[in-house]
T-cell receptor, first 111, second 114 residues
């Protein structure tokens, strides 16, 4: 079983739409959770950390459900510039100081 | 700050050749990581280091070696390159908090083995 699983998409949405991505992780002892954004042929960059209480950054909202071991990302009012691949990342100390990456969910925002 | 830098940006190797991918960070981060990313796949951890002189294997270490003689540098050595090592290689670093901290990535090295 993969450590982190994401729906690869692709998600093609019109500008202004709301889109949600989910991610599940297998290690219940995982300690940290992130969404990274990766543009084509570029390095991943942190979009936001994810906390149990949920957190919001402008049009982006992230949620963590530890009981069900899933993480979500909601993007409201999608912009063309949101087109990218979104990577779900989980950090685990009990397997060494390692981060585990999902394969990414591809988003294209259409004019 | 330059952040995390990687050289070279691109490289083509012949089967059986060796090379070293360079990675440096100027953020005084303890933790450094090497990943590979194959097309349509997630990043897979090759090796990581929690500080100078300490390295450990990740998920896919075979065919690679690392060293960490300073806090700043974390080179990745490929011995006897094989076509299966064709990939994009990313180096990353994170601060004292390790896996609870943000990772900062270098721009990547695109390696082709023919």
């Amino acid at each position: 079983r993969k450590e982190v699983e994401q729906d690869p998409g692709p998600f093609n949405v019109p500008e202004g739409a709301t889109v949600a991505f989910n991610c599940t992780y297998s290690n219940s002892a995982s300690q940290s959770f992130f969404w990274y954004r990766q543009d084509c042929r570029k390095e991943p960059k942190l979009l936001m950390s994810v906390y149990s209480s949920g957190n919001e950054d402008g049009r982006f909202t992230a949620q963590l459900n530890r009981a069900s071991q899933y993480i979500s990302l909601l993007i409201r009012d999608s912009k063309l510039s949101d087109s990218a691949t979104y990577l779900c990342v989980v950090g685990s100390l009990n397997t060494g100081n390692q981060f585990y990456f999902g394969t990414g969910t591809s988003l294209t925002v259409i004019p | 700050n330059a952040g995390v830098t990687q050289t070279p940006k691109f490289r083509i190797l012949k089967i059986g050749q060796s090379m070293t991918l360079q990675c440096a960070q100027d953020m005084n981060h303890n933790y450094m990581y090497w990943y590979r990313q194959d097309p349509g796949m997630g990043l897979k951890l090759i090796y990581y280091s929690v500080g100078a002189g300490i390295t450990d294997k990740g998920e896919v270490p075979n065919g690679y070696n690392v060293s960490r003689s300073t806090t700043e540098d974390f080179p990745l050595r490929l011995e006897l390159a094989a076509p299966s090592q064709t990939s994009v290689y990313f180096c990353a670093s994170s601060g004292l908090a390790g896996v609870t901290d943000t990772q900062y990535f270098g721009p990547g090295t695109r390696l082709t083995v023919l």
